[in-house]
């Protein structure tokens, strides 16, 4: 993201809009913001192409796919050699049931938010795909009571 892009007032309510909802129409989305579609849309790509947007997704519901158990993982490492940190972080990235994953400074040395159907299946992939990995040397589990904010 370019540091010299200088964002107004309307740029921010763009930004304010398509992150409520990123399937918003250009011609709802000028509305909104009080502009004609056509320089709504000139902002808009000015903002992909600055980087400010960096992309569209669906927000899936971790329970309408049965995982309605969210599960945040403090996890030390006991290596610090390179080529041992890539391959923990890309086995862990590659789990399904990780859908955030985030290396911190300092302690811990990464989070990683889980979803999972339950208790049960959330030992399972504790046990079988986190605690096996060589350079993980310890993890704390902390079970989300409720989301408050995304």
């Given at each position: 993201?370019?540091?010299?892009i200088s964002l107004d007032r309307i740029d921010h309510e763009i930004l304010f809009h398509l992150a409520q909802d990123g399937?918003?129409?250009n011609v709802e989305l000028a509305r909104r913001v009080g502009l004609t579609p056509p320089p709504c849309l000139r902002r808009v790509k000015r903002l992909e192409d600055a980087g400010v947007i960096a992309g569209y997704?669906?927000?899936?519901s971790p329970a309408a796919l049965g995982r309605s158990l969210e599960v945040v993982l403090s996890v030390d490492i006991?290596?610090?050699?390179l080529q041992t940190v890539e391959e923990f972080e890309s086995r862990v990235a590659a789990l399904e049931e990780v859908v955030e994953f985030r290396r911190m400074f300092g302690r811990p040395d990464y989070y990683i938010r889980v979803a999972v159907?339950?208790?049960v299946a959330y030992e399972?992939?504790?046990s079988k795909q986190i605690l096996?990995?060589?350079?993980v040397?310890?993890?704390?589990?902390?079970?989300?009571?409720?989301r408050i904010k995304d």
């Open positions: 993201m370019s540091n010299s399937r918003l129409s997704r669906a927000q899936i006991a290596v610090n050699d159907t339950d208790p399972t992939f504790l096996p990995l060589p350079a040397s310890r993890v704390d589990s902390h079970l989300t009571m409720k």
